[in-house]
């Protein structure tokens, strides 16, 4: 009924954890459930501590193209069941979600896939939830979802699996592809997972969003190998139907733009300054900055794509948890 794929590169520390919230939630469910971890060649003890605490474990070699979504494809492929519950390593699955879980056999087929709160927790001792309802169109569909999701694994097949060149932003390249541009993910409104964070200041993630070596690394180039990968598949029309608050930010923003040329200065700087002004009001600030930085990344990361990466696995062995 149910296959969960676990992802992680140097996740050892955390393992441990996350197999103890993953093992109550088995306990809690009536029906078959199998672990897998897809590990990204990790260079610490995360495989020993996945193979004593898992079904199957996949080790994928080392290259340039490793990813987090080169692990969910893998993933993919490899679980046996209807359903899949993605969850990445420095996550724990919360009990409040256990619930949504274990009611898989009684969901209708016309609803495909579930996605719940996020609780951040950083190292620093702060916590932030996220949800999926945010931005200006709310209601019970989910606007995106992030590493952690439940989807059934027919799907995610049907459109092709999950990405393995995109190295950052391939949830919603995914997404983009399971509902053609509409939201297919309901939102249910409870925790989710516990997600095991580094915290970064405003200034931090400011960095982060104007080049990779500020933090994100390669990820930074997700954005733009997004778009070139859906361009190339004919679904980028698809991506902006989903995901259309950045195109309306950049149409107002331009159209602020052209007012500031063609018109007299005063009136051209006071035009641009509302529209910006009323961007911050409806999308938030955090939004609009994140907007205000997308080109770079965009980019930067359409010259990144390699549509025909896929990854090496090194070594697949059953975990002690194994009972087939």
């Given at each position: 009924?149910?296959?969960?794929?676990?992802?992680?590169?140097?996740?050892?520390?955390?393992?441990?954890?996350?197999?103890?919230?993953?093992?109550?939630?088995?306990?809690?469910?009536?029906?078959?459930?199998?672990?897998?971890?897809?590990?990204?060649?990790?260079?610490?003890?995360?495989?020993?501590?996945?193979?004593?605490?898992?079904?199957?474990?996949?080790?994928?070699?080392?290259?340039d193209?490793?990813?987090?979504?080169?692990?969910?494809?893998?993933?993919?492929?490899?679980?046996?069941?209807?359903?899949?519950?993605?969850?990445?390593?420095?996550?724990?699955?919360?009990?409040?979600?256990?619930?949504?879980?274990?009611?898989?056999?009684?969901?209708?087929?016309?609803?495909?896939?579930?996605?719940?709160?996020?609780?951040?927790?950083?190292?620093?001792?702060?916590?932030?939830?996220?949800?999926?309802?945010?931005?200006?169109?709310?209601?019970?569909?989910?606007?995106?979802?992030?590493?952690?999701?439940?989807?059934?694994?027919?799907?995610?097949?049907?459109?092709?699996?999950?990405?393995?060149?995109?190295?950052?932003?391939?949830?919603?390249?995914?997404?983009?592809?399971?509902?053609?541009?509409?939201?297919?993910?309901?939102?249910?409104?409870?925790?989710?997972v516990?997600?095991?964070?580094?915290?970064?200041?405003?200034?931090?993630?400011?960095?982060?969003?104007?080049?990779?070596?500020?933090?994100?690394?390669?990820?930074?180039?997700?954005?733009?190998?997004?778009?070139?990968?859906?361009?190339?598949?004919g679904?980028?029309?698809?991506?902006?139907?989903?995901?259309?608050?950045?195109?309306?930010?950049?149409?107002?923003?331009?159209?602020?733009?052209?007012?500031?040329?063609?018109?007299?200065?005063e009136?051209?700087?006071?035009?641009l300054?509302?529209?910006?002004?009323?961007?911050?009001?409806?999308?938030?600030?955090?939004?609009?900055?994140?907007?205000?930085?997308?080109?770079?990344?965009?980019?930067?990361?359409?010259t990144?794509?390699?549509?025909?990466?896929?990854?090496?696995?090194?070594?697949?062995?059953?975990?002690?948890?194994?009972?087939?």
């Open positions: 009924m149910l296959s969960i794929v676990v992802i992680g590169r140097n996740e050892g520390k955390n393992l441990p954890r996350l197999a103890t919230s993953i093992n109550a939630l088995i306990d809690f469910c009536n029906f078959p459930v199998e672990t897998l971890f897809i590990d990204s060649a990790s260079t610490d003890d995360s495989v020993s501590i996945a193979k004593s605490r898992s079904d199957k474990v996949i080790e994928l070699a080392e290259a193209g490793l990813c987090a979504s080169a692990g969910r494809y893998v993933g993919t492929i490899a679980a046996r069941y209807a359903w899949i519950l993605y969850l990445d390593g420095d996550m724990e699955v919360c009990p409040e979600f256990f619930s949504v879980v274990r009611n898989i056999p009684n969901v209708d087929e016309e609803c495909k896939d579930f996605v719940g709160i996020y609780v951040h927790h950083y190292d620093d001792g702060s916590v932030a939830y996220q949800a999926f309802i945010g931005g200006i169109l709310k209601s019970q569909w989910a606007s995106q979802f992030g590493g952690a999701v439940m989807l059934r694994r027919k799907d995610v097949l049907k459109v092709g699996n999950w990405d393995p060149s995109i190295f950052g932003k391939e949830e919603m390249e995914l997404y983009a592809r399971l509902g053609n541009g509409k939201r297919v993910v309901r939102y249910v409104g409870v925790p989710m516990n997600h095991y964070s580094e915290y970064f200041t405003r200034f931090q993630m400011l960095k982060r969003l104007l080049y990779p070596s500020a933090g994100q690394g390669k990820v930074f180039y997700g954005f733009g190998q997004s778009l070139r990968s859906l361009f190339i598949q679904k980028l029309a698809a991506l902006i139907r989903l995901d259309f608050e950045p195109y309306i930010f950049f149409g107002v923003f331009f159209l602020g733009l052209l007012g500031a040329i063609f018109l007299p200065m009136w051209g700087l006071l035009l300054a509302f529209l910006i002004l009323s961007l911050c009001v409806l999308m938030r600030p955090g939004p609009v900055i994140r907007y205000l930085t997308l080109p770079i990344p965009l980019v930067m990361g359409l990144k794509y390699i549509p025909y990466f896929r990854p090496e696995i090194k070594s697949w062995s059953w975990g002690s948890k194994n009972s087939v």
